[in-house]
């Protein structure tokens, strides 16, 4: 197994550029950015869980709750695909689109996954995502 070595999986929506799921060096694994897409879509058959846009872009469904727990079941199939695991997650980057708006809800329902490991955690609004998606994470867990 080499130290550098690159894990993706169909199990997690696929990267929306040249990237892998995550790359391990040494005894961490680094997450590339995870969002709220379902297992095998990508940035031209977008499914995300809890929205519905009309022909214009704009939302016809929207429910922030189902993209946090959509986000974190794709956060852990990359760490069990890659070797790793949830308990093994040391620090996670939040990225919001609208603080104001998604921060209650997201930190509530952090706290349903989190309440035996608790990770260092960063959260930060942005302006866009790449997708429309409201959230996407950035991680860094151990890999024996």
Sequence with gaps: MSNQE????????????????????????????VGPRTAGSDDTDSHVPGLELDKNGNF??????????????????????SGSSWD??????????????????????????????QPCRTTVEISSLPTPIAIELKC????D
């Design 6 to 33: 690159k894990f993706s999986t169909n199990k997690a929506p696929k990267p929306v550029g040249l990237y892998p799921h995550a790359r391990r060096a040494g005894n961490l694994l680094f997450l590339s950015g």
């Design 60 to 81: 016809k469904t929207f429910d922030f709750a189902a993209q946090c727990r959509q986000v974190f079941d794709n956060v852990r199939a990359i760490l069990e695909e």
């Design 88 to 117: 093994q997650l040391i620090d996670v980057q939040v990225f919001l689109v609208n603080m104001k708006r998604d921060f209650h809800t997201y930190n509530k329902i952090y706290a349903e996954y989190f309440k035996e490991n």
């Design 140 to 143: 860094i867990a151990t890999i």
